[in-house]
């Protein structure tokens, strides 16, 4: 069953929204290189702390973090560690949440860390994060799962890889739904599956973890012994990006977004609903 929200809930779920906003800003600020992924996690830690709110990745599953590090290779569910040392070049995601009040947030971005990245790399950046906010423009109340879905994946196929060839899109994982927990019914693909229908229709109240994962390469993946760190099988680099988004009556608001979606939601002709927290 999906959890539809009141007004008064997606209000908690965006300050919860903010944390996680915040998180994203000093990792990525602190994403340089010689940073190992485990200083990265003992900042997001820090900003948890000084907003009195919760993680929600530390020991989710049994996992031993409080965010996802995904280095180069890595599409999703790094583990932070001393021995990852970012250089010059890696591109690195950064997934994380924030509980408030028993209410979550989720949302994750790539890095570029130091310069002289590939123009292909960019272009991957670019493509992921695009793919991300045409998912979000498709929020729409009337609009069903799927249509979320065929945004996400019309604009990755639209789009020229350079060199040529596919981007690949993450097959095994995908957004969510979230609230009283991270992860929730409904499961958003990121390419459509007609076998899957056209799911639920999205009405006011409805909330979504929107998640494109995008590869140079495969669409396939594996996971490590480790049992979390999930790699491209052919060893081709991938982006992720993330945000939390809420559909009211007055349209959708991205929850982990600091101006709520406004400004990247109007370039694509679509109105973000006002902020409740002003």
């Known amino acids: 069953m999906v959890q539809i929200k009141t007004p008064e809930q997606i209000a908690k779920m965006r300050e919860a929204g903010l944390v ?67 250089k010059d070049g890696d591109i690195i995601s950064i997934d994380c949440g924030a509980i408030i009040d028993g209410w979550h947030g989720d949302a994750a971005f790539t890095a570029f860390v130091g310069s002289g990245h590939a123009p292909e790399l960019v272009e991957l950046s670019r493509v992921t994060e695009e793919s991300m906010w045409a998912g979000i423009a498709a929020m729409k109340q009337g609009n069903r799962l799927v249509d979320v879905s065929r945004a996400i994946e019309t604009y990755i196929r639209r789009q020229p890889k350079p060199g040529g060839g596919k981007y690949g899109i993450i097959e095994d994982y995908g957004g969510h739904g979230i609230g009283t927990e991270m992860h929730m019914d409904p499961h958003l693909l990121n390419y459509v599956d007609r076998r899957r229908g056209k799911g639920p229709k999205l009405v006011p109240g409805f909330c979504l973890a929107i998640e494109p994962m995008v590869s140079l390469g495969t669409p396939k993946t594996e996971v490590l012994q480790d049992d979390w760190t999930v790699i491209t099988t052919d060893g081709t680099w991938s982006s992720h990006w993330e945000h939390s988004v809420a559909l009211t009556e007055e349209g959708p608001l991205v929850l982990t977004a600091p101006d709520g979606g406004k400004a990247k939601l109007a370039e694509l002709g679509v109105v973000a609903a006002p902020d409740p927290l002003g």
């Open 20 to 86: 996680v906003a915040a998180i994203h800003a000093a990792t990525r600020e602190a994403a340089v290189p010689g940073a190992t992924t485990k200083d990265l996690d003992q900042v997001a830690r820090k900003v948890l702390a000084e907003h009195d709110a919760k993680p929600n990745f530390l020991g989710y599953g049994g996992f031993p973090a409080t965010i996802c590090t995904s280095v180069n290779e890595v599409v999703v569910h790094g583990i932070p560690s001393d021995e990852v040392v970012l």
